[in-house]
């Protein structure tokens, strides 16, 4: 019997250095241990540069057709309003539910509220499929498409389905790869944690972030293809490209440890990139040590008094009803909607049901700077009522702009203004990024990575300057980085793979 040997900061040091080569690699060679009935498919295409797999997307969103018309909401097939609380349901009783939820925030700028809710207590599993080919970790993603997507077709993990989905509650098809994941025990998993969605869109929802390694020859499907990590990193830049689910996932991968400086030593790098690539080794420092910075979050989490239930969704205030929808009298934050879909190449080719769609695009945004030569970004202890914990880390600024045009300065997001104003040469990611689009109608945020001088922005209550292997450290747990910030994180980390900005 073999012993494991010791990880190097929770995480095994063989991984992490497969990890930077996949990052540091985009050729797209077919891999000499693929099968050679599968050299000319898509999958394996002899390219090297990510432009081929933006033109396998556009094929994909040929063959992937999608039809999605708005209806209305007591129009929708296999839904139903309950006549006691008006809540939303499906009538099999799985998937989700439309419901309210009343909040009480004694400590917040709006003491309390109420509003409606996607309630999914059901945990799904987010999981992306890896195997080694020549040498080089690569990754199994999915163009799919969502009737949510701004765009149709995006890059999404090789499972991304509710329990509901893979419990064939829809009597559809069985979901491709699943059992890689269903019995992951049989494979070497590089990832495996319970995160969190949305916490003002949903309550308390989770999903299953997982990366399974696997050895054996894998059957390749249409609508699939293989990727280093490098050419992911490429297509983060492009707009409405790589879905949030795959963001998520990629943000919990093992990216940082101790002696991976030199495999990114690249010449010609900026100080930023220098900052960055030092600030993924644990080594390096930080300005405030694990111990604080776990203290610093159990605190909030202690005194943040907010308070959130589910009520009946006619119960809400300040929400109407009308043309078939629910939205706010004073048309900012979302509604809810219906839609009817019709797919090509889905488990089920025609479904009706509700959405969520924000009004206007968000700005989610990292101000990020050197302290000691170390990188380090600005997080904020968020609390949101549908997290299951109240508080969890966000990026510096996490909002939708439009909704707070009507407040006073002073009430708005704190650095907002600094990062919508940051000169261009300080932007370092800048990239217009889909939300989740199975649940969400054409959710869309602007994620930015802003430059700044540390010594120049005070830590003021709630902010913290972490760097990057600590947040590395605390992604390896459920409920202590939100999904906005794991989707930034990988961006951040994406920065690594490219000499200078990407913009």
Same mark, same amino acid.
């Given at each position: ?32 241990? +693929? ?18 797999? #933006?033109?396998?997307? +556009? ?55 109420? /509003? ?46 509710? =329990? ?17 994941? =269903? ?30 390694? @696997? ?8 609508? &699939? ?11 983060? +830049? ?15 991968? !093992? ?45 909030? =989490? ?45 488990? @089920? ?30 997080? =904020?202890?968020?609390? /949101?009522?549908?997290?299951?914990? #109240?508080?969890?880390?966000? !990026?510096?600024? /996490? ?22 104003? +940051? ?17 969400? &109608? ?62």
């Amino acid at each position: 019997m073999n012993l494991v040997a010791p990880d190097v900061g929770g995480r095994s040091a063989p991984v992490q250095a497969r990890l930077a080569a996949s990052a540091l690699s985009r050729s797209h060679r077919r891999p000499s241990g +693929a099968p050679a009935a599968a050299a000319g498919r898509a999958a394996h295409g002899a390219h090297t540069e990510p432009d081929v797999s #933006v033109r396998w997307l +556009a094929r994909s969103a040929g063959r992937l057709r999608m039809a999605v018309d708005r209806v209305a909401l007591d129009d929708l097939g296999g839904w139903s309003r309950d006549a006691t609380t008006g809540n939303l349901g499906h009538r099999s009783g799985g998937f989700f539910s439309v419901e309210g939820m009343a909040v009480e925030a004694a400590d917040g700028p709006v003491g309390s509220w109420s /509003q409606p809710i996607i309630h999914q207590p059901e945990v799904g599993i987010l999981g992306i499929l890896a195997k080694e080919f020549d040498g080089v970790l690569r990754f199994l993603l999915q163009a799919k498409a969502e009737p949510g997507n701004h765009n149709g077709v995006q890059l999404s993990p090789t499972v991304q389905a509710t =329990r509901s989905n893979y419990m064939r509650v829809h009597r559809g098809r069985p979901v491709p790869y699943l059992d890689y994941f =269903r019995h992951a025990s049989r494979h070497r998993v590089l990832v495996d944690v319970r995160q969190s969605e949305q916490g003002s869109w949903f309550f308390r929802k989770r999903n299953r972030n997982m990366v399974v390694e @696997v050895t054996e020859e894998v059957e390749m499907r249409d609508g &699939f293809r293989w990727l280093t990590l490098g050419e992911i990193h490429a297509l983060l +830049a492009r707009d409405d490209t790589v879905n949030m689910d795959t963001r998520t996932v990629l943000g919990c991968l !093992p990216v940082t440890g101790t002696d991976l400086t030199p495999m990114f030593d690249v010449p010609g790098s900026d100080r930023f990139r220098t900052a960055l690539v030092r600030s993924c080794d644990p080594a390096a420092g930080a300005l405030h040590d694990a111990t604080g910075v776990l203290s610093w979050i159990t605190e909030a =989490r202690t005194v943040t008094g907010i308070r959130a239930r589910l009520v009946p969704l006619d119960e809400v205030e300040g929400w109407r009803r009308t043309a078939g929808r629910i939205h706010h009298r004073s048309g900012r934050f979302f509604e809810v909607i219906g839609v009817r879909v019709q797919a090509a190449g889905r488990e @089920v080719e025609r479904w009706d049901q509700p959405m969520i769609r924000p009004v206007g695009t968000g700005v989610i945004a990292f101000l990020a700077g050197s302290i000691g030569g170390v990188l380090h970004v600005l997080a =904020r202890a968020s609390a /949101q009522p549908g997290y299951a914990d #109240v508080i969890e880390l966000a !990026p510096t600024v /996490q909002c939708t702009p439009g909704n707070h045009e009507h407040l006073p300065a002073a009430a708005r997001p704190r650095f907002l203004e600094e990062v919508l104003g +940051a000169d261009e040469e300080r932007i370092r990611f800048d990239a217009v990024l889909s939300e989740e689009g199975g649940r969400f &109608f054409h959710a869309r945020n602007r994620y930015v990575i802003v430059e700044v001088d540390p010594d120049a922005v005070a830590e003021p209550p709630g902010f913290r300057w972490l760097a990057p292997h600590q947040l590395g450290e605390l992604v390896r747990h459920g409920h202590y980085l939100n999904i906005e910030a794991r989707s930034l994180l990988a961006c951040l980390h994406s920065l690594k793979s490219t000499a200078g900005s990407v913009k």
